[in-house]
């Protein structure tokens, strides 16, 4: 890429019950290299009035559980990706669905996860421009289980294997005029160690901040 593409990462680190913004802005940005420049906030107003000119890609690294979104914060990011902006939401940046729309945007709602293990990935859409350059791997995570929206047309691209099931860990959709990636592992610094998995979070902000 010829340009600095800018990012904007929303996470949480004074209220961050499980998962500190922080680790994972340093692993991001190692990983996204000179043509990224990453800003982080623990400010949810952010969403009110973002961008996509000025952030070409939102990532969602936030750890809300408990804590909803106003109505002004949720409108910001379904106008932003509507709109034509690249969301990335990375693991518990799903918390962030705790409204009926902004699940639909992200297309699925977090319903809870066995124990942190070890897990097998394995691709599940051949051909797919995000996979280019990833192989299956393993890594230590925690196995995240999803309900899908059942009204958003999705691509699931990568699928963990738990108790001889394979479950969804990462999918792709339209929204509107913008695109959405879910990727689920990213529970603490060594989530973001595979060569495999850092790829695919670069062939995602690639992917997502080319179409804004």
Same mark, same amino acid.
């Given at each position: 890429?010829? #340009?600095?593409?800018?990012?904007?990462?929303?996470?949480?680190?004074?209220?961050?019950?499980?998962?500190?913004?922080?680790?994972?802005? =340093?692993?991001? &940005?190692?990983?996204?290299?000179?043509?990224?420049?990453?800003?982080? %906030?623990?400010?949810?107003?952010?969403?009110?009035?973002? #961008?996509?000119?000025?952030?070409?890609?939102?990532?969602?690294? %936030?750890?809300?559980?408990?804590?909803?979104?106003?109505?002004?914060? %949720?409108?910001?990011?379904? =106008? *932003?990706?509507?709109? @034509? @902006? @690249?969301?990335? +939401?990375?693991?518990?940046?799903? &918390?962030?669905?705790?409204?009926?729309?902004?699940? =639909?945007?992200?297309?699925?709602?977090?319903?809870?996860?066995?124990?942190?293990?070890?897990?097998?990935?394995?691709?599940?859409?051949?051909?797919?421009?995000?996979?280019? @350059? +990833?192989? #299956?791997?393993?890594?230590? /995570?925690?196995?995240?289980?999803?309900?899908?929206?059942? $009204?958003?047309?999705?691509? +699931?691209?990568? /699928? *963990? /294997? $738990?108790?001889?099931?394979? *479950?969804?860990?990462?999918?792709?959709?339209?929204?509107?005029?913008?695109?959405?990636?879910?990727? =689920?592992?990213?529970?603490? %610094?060594?989530?973001?160690?595979? #060569?495999? *998995?850092?790829?695919?979070?670069?062939?995602?902000?690639?992917?997502?901040?080319?179409?804004?």
């Amino acid at each position: 890429m010829s #340009d600095i593409t800018n990012v904007l990462l929303v996470g949480d680190m004074t209220d961050a019950p499980w998962h500190p913004m922080e680790p994972a802005k =340093q692993e991001l &940005s190692g990983i996204l290299g000179e043509d990224f420049l990453i800003t982080g %906030t623990e400010d949810y107003n952010h969403f009110t009035a973002l #961008d996509r000119k000025q952030f070409p890609l939102c990532i969602s690294y %936030t750890d809300c559980w408990n804590r909803d979104l106003i109505p002004q914060q %949720t409108a910001g990011l379904i =106008q *932003y990706v509507a709109g @034509g @902006g @690249g969301l990335l +939401v990375i693991h518990n940046g799903i &918390s962030v669905q705790r409204s009926y729309e902004l699940i =639909q945007m992200i297309g699925a709602k977090f319903t809870g996860h066995p124990p942190y293990q070890s897990l097998d990935y394995y691709r599940s859409a051949d051909n797919h421009p995000l996979l280019e @350059g +990833v192989e #299956d791997f393993s890594m230590e /995570e925690e196995p995240y289980m999803f309900d899908f929206d059942p $009204f958003t047309k999705k691509t +699931v691209f990568l /699928e *963990y /294997e $738990f108790e001889g099931n394979r *479950y969804p860990a990462a999918w792709e959709q339209a929204y509107g005029l913008g695109k959405v990636i879910y990727l =689920q592992p990213g529970h603490h %610094t060594p989530s973001f160690k595979p #060569d495999a *998995y850092r790829r695919l979070i670069l062939n995602s902000a690639r992917w997502l901040s080319a179409s804004s």
